[in-house]
Every structure is written in structure tokens, then in C-alpha cells.
């Protein structure tokens, strides 16, 4: 009798932890199943209670060095519901303009620094030269935009929070300062450089992504729901609105859903094998109720972005698959249209007449003891819930995180790609870098080290039901 | 013609005598103005900083280092020195400089300014072995901002 096999990649890379994947073989070599496993616990939940709530924007801002300002904006808005304020109109557009820079540079970095050498370089390229480095040495332009879009988000970001990495300027009640003339005017003239840019990396992307079809075709490309933040006119927003979901023919399945009321139609499951919990839609169980969020989803659930360029690039995507682009390799297009929007929409507030107000902050003692705080952030829809005592201390804490919303496509998707790619006893770069090229198009915080230069921390084994290595590769 | 000069002060404040450089930089702003030296702090060297060493005559890194004696002050050029294989998030000194160099056409002359670490454990504190030798660290830079000598070993 054939064996049955499990090819275990282990470490993949980290979400600030370690995370592997499994691969189950029938005993004729074909993947029967894939695992997802992420062995990183944080435990923010349970060490925050007993803090004073006002702390938690700074303390929830150190969950993650590259998206910092998205949680710093769903726990200030947590904490905004707590004191039972609302913020005076100019915080709420400095929040707004804080909240999509970071969103600029987040999206650079996935796009540019981790999916661009698989892109340009392809999936079958050496793995010591899928890098920034490879990148540059094929393509130096396409290397130097990247840098300066996420130069372009981080200097927004330092100009209004004080620093680019951890800054504490949101907080409970508005912002702790007003924007100056002088950063205003500055920013603004980087405007037009982000713009260009933006438009040249989606023209690239498109030329790209034209040799890349039988990726295209099983990186994720299944039926699933869609869920993202829409204003009340339908469009794009990263900060506040209602939440939609939307299905695999772009049909509405629930809309004008209030954030705050997330339990009553988000559930979340817990696997043995791994601490990421897996979200789903509650009305259609688990794991029926598979929904994506983040670039794809957002733009799969909107009526239109709102702003021109954005839009214009919105109907190009919305020709890549009908009725609706399913594949999640369209994340990385998704990414570059809603870095349009950024770019757009952050002039658009930065020249409003009230932009430069002084009255930023709401002050307040709390009124409520119970508070919710919804945002997008780069990788999807981001939910902070707290509960305080009637000293202001924390009591309980609930984060639903993006990659948690995204864990079961993910899955999902991993095993799409290996039926698709890995057959038999041996294991090839190319078939591996596919299986992580998938990970990577969600952008979960575990692509950050996938793509170490020249030394990618990555094992995969072959083992069969004895426990006996059949195949190994290692990528040191 | 007055060099223009990039001061990276790099390490993760909240790690004791690792955010040495931070304190150091602190220091430097009292004493220099924008016109003497561009001064950023960061946690680690990422891609994007390429451009702005790219862009100017000298670098000066300023890090916490480990192995010497605690308190050691050391000023050298030798980016080789300094281990690491960096990543998608942050680079070496060497690959910063090779990626400004390739990118925008420009290796500023560059020093590393460290300092030996004591404590490396959470706290935002230094310890008192390296807090006593900041004075020292402080002054070598601002030699270096001036002329390209290195006035510590």
C-alpha cells in the first residue's frame, strides 16, 4: 500500500512569530489538504486589562511595526465610543490622512520589497535573488518608486504623529496636535511625484501580470464572500462607514451592517494546529461562511472610490474577472488601485479649507463602559473592542485582525496552489515559492521575512507516515 | 564648501542600551543645527533611507554594538565589520549605502560611531556604564560632522 506523505514548510516566515504549513499526500502524491499553521501568540487581549483605556491607542500601536497607525486609530475610536464623544471634524480628517499614508506605505512595501521579484522575476527565479536587490539589478526604476512611495506615506506619517514607526498622536477624543502650515504646504508637494508613480506601477503591474495567467488562475480564484467599511454612498473608505458584504457574483448579502454590532454576524473559530483564530460569516456558518477582506475585498464591495484616477483604475479591474475578480493574485492589482486613491484622496483633505483647525481634541471622562473601534487597515477590516470598569480600567479586550478574516482563504488558497503545483516525491523552488507567492498576495504580516536577501529562513520536508524525510529543501 | 551631512541614530529605544543612538541623537540636536546635519532616528535601517544617504556627502551611523567592553566607544569605516544579512524591512549599513549607490549614483563617504552595550533587556533606560559614555560618543560625532576624523579607536 502507497504511503500516505506530509510536506511540512516550517518556518514560512513570521507574524512578529513563527507560522509553518503542512501539506497532506494521498498515498498516490497528490495534496489532499493544507495546513496554515501561525505558532505566534501575543496574548494583547490578556496583558491590557487592568490598564487604564486611555493607554490602549499606544499600548495596541506596539501589536505591529508596520501598521502601527491602523491600530492606533481603531483603539482611539474604541476609546472615542468609551467617552461618548464626537471628535471634532478636523481630528477626524487628520485621522483620515494619517490612516491612508499609512496605507501607501504598507501596500509599497508588499508590493515593491516582497511580491515585485516574483513578479518581475518570476516564480521559478533563485531565491537568493528575489529581493529588493533583484529587483534593482533587473529593474532599477521599479525599485527606486517603490522606496519613494513608502518614503512618501512614512514622511506623511512622521510630519503628523512625530515619528514614522509607533507614533502616539492619535489618541482618545481627536489628535494630540493640529498640522502646521509648513507640513501641509510640504506635503502637498509630494503629491504629484506619488501620483506618477502610482499610475507607472499600476501600468507595470498590468504589463506584468500578462505572463502570469496559470498563477492567476489558482492563486485563490474560488467563490467566497467579500467584506470591507463603505460610506454611505457606496465608496471607498479606510475610517468609518458601515460594512458590507458582497458574493462571488457581486451580489449584496448584507449591507449597512453597523460595526459596533460585529458579533451578531462575525464568528471566529479556533483550530488546535494553529493561534490564528479563523473569522467567518455567522448567518452561514463555518467554514461556509469564508470571507475575504483587505484591497481585493474593498474593491469588491464598493460602489466606486471617489476619486478620479481611482476610479478610472477601479472599472480597469473590474475587467480582469466577471463577475467579480476572484483571485486573490488580484490583491496586488487591488493594492495599487487603492494607493491611487491614497495619493488622491490625501491631497483632497490636505486642501480642505478646515484642514489647519486647531480644535483637534475632545476631552472627556469616560461615559460608557463598553466601546467598539472599526477601521480598514492595509490588510483588511480591523475591530477593537473594549470593556472598563467605572475606574477606567480595562477589563476585557477583543481584537478581530485582518489576517484572522483572511485565515481561512488563505488556507484555502495554499491548498488550491499545491494541488495544482506539487506532485509527487520531490520539492522545487518554484513550486514552493508558488505556495508562498499565494501568503504573500494577502500580505499577512508573516511576508515580511519571506524574502531575507540571499538567506530565506525556509525548510521543507517530505515526510512519510513513518516519519522518514523523503525530500528536504533548505533555503540557508 | 560645508559637507552636508546625514546622521542615522538607529536601535529600538525601548531595549535599554540599544536605543543608545536615540539619546545620542537627542544630545546632537541641542548642539547642531539642521544647516550642520540632518539627524533621523529609527528603529532599524529600511530601503527607503538609501535615498536620503544617497543624497548627501557623509553619513555617520550611530548604533549600540555588543562583544566590546560596556561603555567602549569605537569610530571606524569598515562596514564589513558589521554582521547581519538584513531583509524585506531593514538593511546593513553596506547594503543601504549599495542600494543609494546603485539607485541614485552617489556612496557619501560614511562612519559608524558605536557604542558597547551593557543591557539589552525591555526598559528605556541606559545602563550607567554606557550613560557615562555618551558624552564621549556625542563628541565623536560631532568631530565627525565637521572633519572626517575619527576621534575614538
Known amino acids: ?476 | 564648501m560645508t559637507p552636508r551631512v546625514l546622521i542615522l541614530a538607529y536601535g529600538n529605544p525601548l531595549r535599554s542600551d540599544d536605543g543608545v543612538a536615540w539619546r545620542a541623537a537627542e544630545l546632537l540636536r541641542a548642539k547642531l543645527s539642521l544647516a550642520d546635519a540632518e539627524i533621523v532616528c529609527t528603529h532599524q535601517l529600511t530601503p527607503e533611507l538609501a535615498e536620503s544617504a544617497a543624497h548627501v556627502d557623509r553619513v555617520i551611523f550611530i548604533d549600540a554594538a555588543n562583544g566590546d567592553k560596556p561603555g567602549q566607544v569605537r569610530c571606524h569605516n569598515d562596514l564589513d565589520q558589521i554582521a547581519g544579512s538584513g531583509s524585506s524591512h531593514w538593511l546593513t549599513p553596506a547594503q543601504l549605502l549599495d542600494l543609494g549607490e546603485v539607485l541614485y549614483g552617489n556612496r557619501p563617504q560614511h562612519f559608524v560611531v558605536s557604542i558597547a552595550g551593557e543591557n539589552f533587556e525591555h526598559g528605556d533606560t541606559l545602563s550607567a556604564v554606557v550613560e557615562s559614555a555618551l558624552p564621549q560618543l556625542v563628541q565623536t560625532v560631532l568631530t565627525l560632522v565637521t572633519s572626517p576624523v575619527c576621534s575614538a579607536t
Open chain 1, 1 to 476: 500500500m502507497a504511503e500516505r506523505k506530509t510536506i511540512l514548510i516550517d518556518p514560512v516566515t513570521r507574524i512578529e512569530g513563527h507560522s509553518k504549513i503542512t501539506l497532506h499526500m494521498d498515498e498516490n502524491g497528490n495534496v489532499e489538504d493544507a495546513r496554515f499553521h501561525v505558532t505566534q501568540f501575543r496574548g494583547f487581549e490578556k496583558f491590557t486589562e487592568g490598564r487604564p483605556f486611555s493607554e490602549m491607542p499606544s499600548l495596541m500601536a506596539r501589536i505591529c511595526g508596520i501598521c502601527p497607525v491602523s491600530h492606533l486609530i481603531a483603539s482611539a475610536k474604541a476609546c472615542d465610543a468609551l467617552l461618548a464623544v464626537r471628535i471634532p471634524p478636523t481630528a477626524e480628517k487628520l485621522r483620515r490622512i494619517f490612516g491612508i499614508a499609512q496605507v501607501v506605505q504598507s501596500h509599497a512595501l508588499s508590493l515593491f520589497h516582497l511580491s515585485s521579484p516574483d513578479i518581475l522575476l518570476g516564480m521559478d527565479a533563485d531565491p537568493a535573488e528575489t529581493n529588493i536587490f533583484g529587483v534593482l539589478a533587473k529593474n532599477p526604476s521599479l525599485a527606486r518608486d517603490g522606496i519613494m512611495l513608502r518614503k512618501f506615506g512614512q514622511q506623511i506619517i512622521e510630519r503628523l504623529g512625530g515619528k514614522r514607526i509607533h507614533p502616539a498622536w492619535v489618541v482618545p477624543g481627536g489628535v494630540s496636535e493640529p498640522l502646521s502650515q509648513q507640513d501641509r504646504d510640504a506635503i502637498l508637494k509630494t503629491i504629484p511625484d506619488a501620483l506618477d508613480i502610482a499610475v507607472r506601477s499600476l501600468n507595470w503591474l498590468k504589463q506584468a501580470s500578462e505572463t502570469l495567467s496559470e498563477e492567476i488562475s489558482v492563486f485563490g480564484n474560488f467563490p467566497s464572500l467579500f467584506m470591507g467599511l463603505v460610506r454611505k454612498d457606496g465608496s471607498l473608505t479606510f475610517y468609518d462607514g458601515t460594512l458590507r458584504f458582497v458574493d462571488e457574483n457581486g451580489i449584496e448579502v448584507a449591507g449597512n451592517l453597523d460595526p459596533s454590532r460585529y458579533l451578531e454576524f462575525l464568528g471566529e473559530k479556533v483550530e488546535p494546529w494553529s493561534y490564528l483564530k479563523s473569522a467567518y460569516y455567522l448567518p452561514r456558518g463555518f467554514p461556509g461562511g469564508i470571507y475575504r477582506v483587505g484591497p481585493l475585498a474593498r474593491l469588491n464591495v464598493v460602489t466606486h472610490c471617489g476619486t478620479p484616477l481611482a476610479d478610472k483604475a477601479l472599472a480597469e479591474f473590474r475587467q480582469l474577472q466577471q463577475p467579480v475578480p476572484l483571485s486573490s493574485f488580484y490583491y496586488h492589482y487591488a493594492r495599487v488601485v487603492e494607493i491611487l486613491y491614497c495619493v488622491e484622496r490625501i491631497e483632497q483633505l490636505l486642501n480642505d479649507p478646515e484642514i489647519l483647525d486647531t480644535h483637534v481634541r475632545a476631552v472627556a471622562n469616560p461615559n460608557a463602559m463598553e466601546g467598539v473601534g472599526v477601521a480598514e487597515a492595509p490588510r483588511g477590516t480591523l475591530i477593537h473592542h473594549y470593556k472598563i470598569d467605572e475606574n477606567g480600567l480595562i477589563q476585557w479586550v477583543n481584537l478581530i485582525i485582518a489576517t484572522g478574516q483572511n485565515n481561512l482563504a488563505m488556507n484555502r488558497s495554499v491548498l488550491q496552489v499545491a494541488k495544482h503545483y506539487v506532485k509527487g516525491d520531490k520539492i522545487t523552488h518554484g513550486m514552493l515559492n508558488r505556495v508562498e507567492a499565494v501568503i504573500r498576495a494577502y500580505d499577512p504580516c508573516l511576508s515580511c521575512s519571506t524574502h531575507a536577501l540571499g538567506q530565506m529562513a525556509l525548510e521543507v520536508q517530505l515526510v512519510n507516515t513513518a516519519g522518514e524525510i523523503v525530500d528536504r529543501v533548505a533555503r540557508n
